[in-house]
C-alpha cells in the first residue's frame, strides 16, 4: 500500500497555526480547492523585512485588501487557500494564523478586598492614572462623567464612530469596576479607583465579539497614545483559546509590547473552570498580570473567600502557573448601558436603573486594574514587573489555589515602601 501524502497546509505546520490548519482542513483546502472561499489570517513577518518586501507580499494578494499591523510586524487581511499557499512559501514570511475570533468573557467587592478602606483612609483614587478598557466601548454614565467626566479618551475599531458609546454592554460594566465613582449609588457601587481617568477602546461589536487583529491594533493604539493620554494601565476581559505557546501567539506577544513600554497589563484568566490547562490568551503570558475570579460570598470578611467554580486555570500550554492573582469576580454591580445588548440579555440582573449585576473573570480583571492605579497614585514610579511583584507578594491565601486574593491595602503599603526606598537610595 502507497503511503498517502500528506494535505499541503500540513507539510507546512511549523509556519501555520493550528487553527488555520483546522480551518483548511474543515473547508477541504485541497489542490483543486485552493480558491475556495475567504479566510481572516495574520500574516507574520520576520525581522527586518524591507519595504519593497512587503510591497511584494502586497502584490500577490492583489484580490484582498491588507492592512499593516507595526506592532508585531505583521498583516491582516482575508486571503483564499491559493494565497496562503503562495506566501507561506516566501522566506519574509515567519508564520500564518487564522484571525481567530476573540469574545467578553461573560459567565461588597470594594470593600472585601480593602479598596474601600484604602480610599477613605489614604485618600487614594487613582487620580492621574489612566486605565484604558479594550472591550465593547464605554457608555458615558454618570458615574464616569459627573462631577466631571473622565473618559479621556474613545477610538472604536468596529464602526469607527467618535463619541463613546457601548452597544454590548461589557465595556461599560468593566470601566465601572475598574473606576465608577457611584455618584448615582450615593458611593455603593463605586469601582476600585474611582478617581481615575478612562479610555475606551471598542474593540469588540454588539455581540462581544471580534477578532486577534483588531484586539492588537488596540493595544498598538494604546502604545502609540500612552503619553497623550497618560496610560499607565491596560485592562483585557477578553481573550481567545491559546492554542499554542505564547512565544507564537500574536495576542500575547503584542500584550508583552505593551507591557516593555511601560504599561501594566491586567487579563482575564478565562471562564472555563473549573477544568484545569483552560488559560485563554492573553493571558497566558507569563509577564502580564492573569487575574482569576473570587467569590467573596457576599461578605466583608475574607475567611469564606474561594475561587470562583468558572475561574479558568492552569497550567498553560507552556506548563505555567496561572492566574497570578485572584480578585473579586461573582455577583458584581456595577454600570449598565441603557439599550445594550447584555441590559436585554440579563435584564431580570438590573439593579435600579444605573447598574446591573455580572458575573466572571471579566469582573475581576478591571479591579484588578483600578487597584493597579490606586498603586501607582501611590508610587508613580512603579514598573510593571513592580506592581505584580506587589500583588503577588502581599495576596493572602485562597484556599488551596497557588495564586493568592488580592490585598489592596497591604499591596498599597508596599509601594509607599517601595517609594520610601528610592528616596533613600537617592538621598545616598
Not at 467618535?162 to 469596576?177: E, I, S
Not at 474561594?306 to 479558568?312: D, E, L, T
Not at 484556599?399 to 509607599?416: F, I, M, R, T
Amino acid at each position: 500500500m502507497s503511503k498517502q501524502k500528506k494535505p499541503w497546509f500540513e507539510e507546512y505546520h511549523h509556519r501555520i497555526d493550528p487553527g488555520l490548519r483546522y480551518q483548511l482542513q474543515r473547508m477541504g483546502a485541497t489542490v483543486a480547492n485552493l480558491n475556495s472561499k475567504m479566510l481572516p489570517v495574520i500574516i507574520r513577518l520576520k525581522n527586518r523585512v524591507a519595504e519593497k518586501q512587503k510591497e511584494s507580499l502586497k502584490q500577490i494578494t492583489n484580490r484582498s485588501q491588507l492592512s499593516e499591523i507595526q506592532l508585531i510586524s505583521s498583516f491582516y487581511g482575508t486571503l483564499t487557500p491559493q494565497m496562503i499557499r503562495i506566501l507561506v512559501e516566501r522566506q519574509e514570511v515567519e508564520r500564518i494564523y487564522y484571525d481567530r475570533e476573540v469574545q467578553a468573557f461573560l459567565d461588597i467587592a470594594a470593600k472585601s478586598t480593602g479598596a474601600r478602606d484604602v480610599q477613605l483612609e489614604e485618600g487614594l483614587t487613582g487620580k492621574g492614572v489612566t486605565i484604558a478598557i479594550l472591550d465593547t466601548g464605554v457608555y458615558p454614565h454618570d458615574d464616569l462623567t459627573k462631577p466631571h467626566s473622565r473618559i479621556r479618551g474613545f477610538v472604536d475599531f468596529v464602526a469607527g464612530k467618535k463619541n463613546p458609546y457601548d452597544d454590548q454592554g461589557h465595556g461599560t460594566h468593566c470601566a465601572g469596576d475598574a473606576a465608577g465613582n457611584g455618584s448615582q449609588s450615593e458611593g455603593l457601587y463605586a469601582g476600585a479607583a474611582p478617581g481615575a481617568d478612562i479610555v475606551g477602546v471598542k474593540v469588540l461589536d454588539f455581540s462581544g465579539g471580534g477578532r486577534l487583529s483588531t484586539v492588537i491594533r488596540g493595544i498598538e493604539w494604546c502604545i502609540e497614545n500612552k503619553e497623550k493620554y497618560g496610560i499607565r494601565v491596560l485592562s483585557l476581559s477578553l481573550g481567545s483559546p491559546a492554542l499554542e505557546s505564547y512565544r507564537d501567539d500574536p495576542l500575547a506577544q503584542a500584550a508583552e509590547k505593551a507591557w516593555h513600554k511601560g504599561i501594566v497589563v491586567c487579563a482575564a484568566a478565562g471562564n472555563d473552570g473549573p477544568h484545569r490547562g483552560t488559560i485563554s490568551t492573553p493571558g497566558n503570558h507569563p509577564l502580564i498580570i492573569t487575574v482569576g475570579a473570587a467569590d467573596d460570598r457576599n461578605t466583608v470578611s475574607r475567611d469564606d473567600d474561594v475561587k470562583a467554580p468558572f475561574s479558568s486555570m492552569g497550567p498553560t500550554l507552556d506548563g505555567l502557573v496561572k492566574p497570578d492573582i485572584y480578585a473579586p469576580g461573582t455577583d458584581i454591580i456595577s454600570l449598565n448601558s441603557p439599550g445594550s445588548e447584555l441590559e436585554k440579555m440579563l435584564s431580570e440582573s438590573r439593579v435600579g436603573e444605573y447598574y446591573i449585576r455580572m458575573s466572571g473573570t471579566s469582573m475581576a480583571t478591571p479591579f484588578c486594574a483600578g487597584v493597579a492605579a490606586l498603586l501607582l497614585e501611590a508610587n508613580p514610579y512603579l514598573s510593571p514587573n513592580d506592581i505584580k511583584s506587589i500583588f503577588m507578594s502581599t495576596a493572602s491565601i485562597l484556599g488551596n489555589e497557588q495564586a493568592g486574593y488580592l490585598d489592596v491595602k497591604k499591596a498599597v503599603q508596599l509601594a509607599k515602601q517601595y517609594l520610601e526606598n528610592r528616596k533613600e537610595l537617592t538621598k545616598a
